[in-house]
T-cell receptor, first 117, second 116 residues
Framework: AQSVTQLDSQVPVFEEAPVELRCNYS??????LFWYVQYPNQGLQLLLK??????LVKGINGFEAEFNKSQTSFHLRKPSVHISDTAEYFC???????????????FGKGTKLSVKP | DTGVSQDPRHKITKRGQNVTFRCDPI?????LYWYRQTLGQGPEFLTY????????KSRLLSDRFSAERPKGSFSTLEIQRTEQGDSAMYLC??????????????FGPGTRLTVL
């Protein structure tokens, strides 16, 4: 079975400061990894994804994440945050083995990023 | 690309009533998922369809829940005899699966259900 742990439920940060949102996963099979963002009362928007290839993945809005297989981590980073980045961020994992999985996403509990002026 | 749409966006109902939600996926997407998100939690998988076939149901999907995708396009999720514990955001997502490859899931805005 797969699981995702987001270590911080809330992360307050000042505008223009760097931020890192942590995500660790456990899985007995190879995985695809995703970060989604959710603004209040809205659905989920894909920020970035790791399917294969380069372990450093760049996404929208200046975010990037690094896949670390040995540490089973996929931390999300942004060098300088804006007020508009205030939202909840979800890390998710999906089994990459098409033959053995439905492809449904397993989500972490989310991290609320609060950017203060 | 009009994205995934869901209707209604909000539903308030009394305990014991039946409710039905609709999801319209991105038009060329052959896979459709339903998730439930309760307060303070991440979304949890409920069920998914490949075209019109329902291929997997989570243990979270009790007998009071039923989902359909009759023509492989839009889908409905019905909850019978609602309970207060059913209060949640119900999210729909769609993706394209082709030749054994996964593609990104795109989510709709969700239907927020409140059971009084």
């Amino acid at each position: 079975a797969q699981s995702v742990t987001q270590l911080d439920s809330q992360v307050p940060v000042f505008e223009e400061a760097p931020v890192e949102l942590r995500c660790n996963y456990s899985s007995s099979v190879s995985v695809y990894l995703f970060w989604y963002v959710q603004y209040p009362n809205q659905g989920l928007q894909l920020l970035l994804k790791y399917l294969s290839g380069s372990t450093l993945v760049k996404g929208i809005n200046g975010f990037e994440a690094e896949f670390n297989k040995s540490q089973t981590s996929f931390h999300l980073r942004k060098p300088s945050v804006h007020i508009s980045d205030t939202a909840e961020y979800f890390c998710a994992v999906s089994d990459s083995n098409y033959g053995g999985s439905q492809g449904n996403l397993i989500f972490g509990k989310g991290t609320k990023l609060s950017v203060k002026p | 690309d009009t994205g995934v749409s869901q209707d209604p966006r909000h539903k308030i109902t009394k305990r014991g009533q039946n409710v039905t939600f609709r999801c319209d996926p991105i038009s060329e997407h052959n896979r459709l998922y339903w998730y439930r998100q309760t307060l303070g939690q991440g979304p949890e998988f409920l069920t998914y369809f490949q075209n019109e076939a329902q291929l997997e149901k989570s243990r979270l999907l009790s007998d009071r829940f039923s989902a359909e995708r009759p023509k492989g396009s839009f889908s409905t999720l019905e909850i019978q005899r609602t309970e207060q514990g059913d209060s949640a955001m119900y999210l729909c997502a769609s993706s394209l699966v082709r030749q054994g490859r996964w593609y990104t899931q795109y989510f709709g805005p969700g239907t927020r259900l409140t059971v009084l």
